[in-house]
């Protein structure tokens, strides 16, 4: 079982800036492609970010220009870093980590979940 841990949540005015990490275990990291994903209350969890093994990545329209998600392969880690936060990306945000074979999941994990406040 893979376990995936986010952290670097928190509360933060508008205009500032987090990073959040998500630690993953096993030896699948490096061959899965990891994303961010966000929930925001009362709405559906919404794609933010995803990072392939190549370093492909691919974003939503709403923070293009803001957010950046990385990998180090060598700790099993997954960034996001978000810049000039505004209060609409308030959110839990989750970690993913999955992998596509011949258009068939193989596996699909989620984190437990990191809450992200903007708010003045």
């Known amino acids: 079982q893979v376990q995936l841990v986010e952290s670097g949540g928190g509360l933060v005015q508008p205009g500032g800036s987090l990073r959040l990490s998500c630690v993953a275990s096993?030896?699948?990291?490096?061959?899965?492609?990891m994303g961010w994903y966000r929930q925001a209350p009362g709405k559906e969890r919404e794609l933010v970010a995803t990072?392939?093994?190549?370093?492909?990545?691919n974003y939503a329209n709403a923070v293009k220009g803001r957010f950046t998600i990385s990998r180090d392969n060598a700790k099993n880690t997954v960034y996001l870093q978000m810049n000039s936060l505004k209060p609409e990306d308030t959110a839990v945000y989750y970690c993913n980590s999955r992998r596509v074979i011949v258009g068939i999941t193989r596996y699909n994990y989620w984190g437990q979940g990191t809450q992200v406040t903007v708010s003045s």
């Open positions: 990072i392939t093994s190549d370093d492909s990545t």
């Open positions: 096993g030896s699948i990291f490096s061959i899965s492609v």
